[in-house]
């Protein structure tokens, strides 16, 4: 899914959204993944970012 030019059957687009925003991520030092739906609850992809340190 986060793989570059990664699409699901017909739906279009270029495989590249999901792929662009990992990368970018990683380049700042945080991660992009997906979470499967849990009971109750909606599929969502997370985006996670590094804490500054103090005084910054």
Known sequence: MFDRFATAGSAGG???GLYLVREI???HGGDA?????G???RTAF???????PAGR
């Open 14 to 16: 270029t495989g590249l």
């Open 25 to 27: 991520m990683r380049g």
């Open 33 to 37: 993944v997906y979470q499967p739906p």
């Open 39 to 41: 009971p109750g609850s």
């Open 46 to 52: 997370v985006t996670r970012f590094p804490v500054a």
